[in-house]
T-cell receptor
Framework: DAGVTQSPTHLIKTRGQHVTLRCSPI?????VSWYQQVLGQGPQFIFQ???????GRGNFPDRFSARQFPNYSSELNVNALLLGDSALYLC?????????????????FGEGSRLTVL | GENVEQHPSTLSVQEGDSAVIKCTYS??????FPWYKQELGKGPQLIID?????GEKKDQRIAVTLNKTAKHFSLHITETQPEDSAVYFC??????????????FGAGTQVVVTP
């Protein structure tokens, strides 16, 4: 079975531009989470979407937005790019978890999209 | 929210020796503790996890221990091999949110296994 797939794998943008990153979850998974991983650090939570609704948002500016489609795939959008947005953007999918965060299940990560902002 | 601290930041071991990585967490309500392995150029891969109703879990050469009283958990790798070289992350969920997809990660440990 295919794992979590992300596109593009690498991209270069300049300051002020906009970027769209895409993610397809594992078949049967209805939840998608987005993380930002700056070089040398652990992943930082950006968003979680479940059944097309936002379920959680991390400490990121409004320049970051996301959505989930009826087929459970997702897009992460970043506007007005800054140099500091250069990072590996990871998508993770998971099964529905009843009971919320205290019943957290396994997150399956994709290989990420490497964004470089010049 | 949850705060996770991880030590050491780098760990060099001889092939065949054991490696131990330790993490502490801040919120006593946390009850799920995964460990991820990230190889160069790849996404994190779950290698083992533990829930708060057990104190230890093993999977071949990998084990995780949990001390809820002290709020720390550790990853143990025995009989290390060169393919164990990678960055390892511990994580814990944020109990203050109902977002089960939100994990707080440690800063990571670069493990280097030398032949």
């Amino acid at each position: 079975d295919a794992g979590v797939t992300q596109s593009p794998t690498h991209l270069i943008k300049t300051r002020g531009q906009h970027v769209t990153l895409r993610c397809s979850p594992i078949s049967g998974h209805k939840s998608v989470s987005w993380y930002q991983q700056v070089l040398g650090q652990g992943p930082q939570f950006i968003f979680q979407y479940y059944e097309k609704e936002e379920r959680g948002r991390g400490n990121f500016p409004d320049r970051f937005s996301a959505r989930q489609f009826p087929n459970y795939s997702s897009e992460l959008n970043v506007n007005a790019l800054l140099l500091g947005d250069s990072a590996l953007y990871l998508c993770a999918s998971s099964l529905e978890v009843v009971g919320g965060a205290l019943d957290t299940g396994e997150l399956f990560f994709g290989e990420g999209s490497r964004l470089t902002v010049l | 929210g949850e705060n996770v601290e991880q030590h050491p930041s780098t760990l060099s071991v001889q092939e065949g020796d054991s490696a131990v990585i330790k993490c502490t967490y801040s919120d006593s309500a946390s009850n799920y503790f995964p460990w991820y392995k990230q190889e160069l150029g790849k996404g994190p891969q779950l290698i083992i996890d533990i829930r708060s109703n057990v104190g230890e879990k093993k999977d071949q050469r990998i084990a995780v221990t949990l001390n809820k009283t002290a709020k720390h958990f550790s990853l143990h790798i025995t009989e290390t091999q060169p393919e164990d070289s990678a960055v390892y992350f511990c994580a814990a969920p944020d109990p203050t949110t109902d977002s089960w997809g939100k994990l707080q990660f440690g800063a990571g440990t670069q493990v280097v296994v030398t032949p």
